[in-house]
């Protein structure tokens, strides 16, 4: 596989990861029990920290696709899957 390729499987694999990693430690109005007016109850209280999701996104997603292009090279698992 051509270097591109890594590249693209990274891109996928890290967009995954990071709507997976977003959610984590969301606190919502709704769950603190206090909501402002005329905002969503949804809406989050605080600021989310983008900073430390993408270093989690960007570490999950590295892990993850090293553990997907060894498996894709794995003599064994490419025997098991023809």
């Known amino acids: 596989m051509s270097i591109g390729t890594y590249i693209a499987i990274y ?3 890290w967009w995954l990861c990071l709507f997976v ?6 606190r919502t109005q ?3 029990g206090e ?6 109850r ?4 605080r600021s989310y920290r983008f900073g ?3 270093l989690i996104t960007t570490a ?3 892990v993850l696709t090293g553990l ?3 498996g894709l090279g794995n003599p064994f698992l490419r025997q098991y899957w023809s």
């Open 11 to 13: 891109f996928i694999v």
């Open 21 to 26: 990693v977003l959610p984590f430690n969301m």
């Open 30 to 32: 709704i769950d603190e």
């Open 35 to 40: 909501w402002q007016v005329g905002t969503d």
């Open 42 to 45: 949804g809406a989050p209280v």
């Open 52 to 54: 430390r999701a993408i």
């Open 60 to 62: 999950l997603s590295l």
């Open 68 to 70: 997907l292009l060894w």
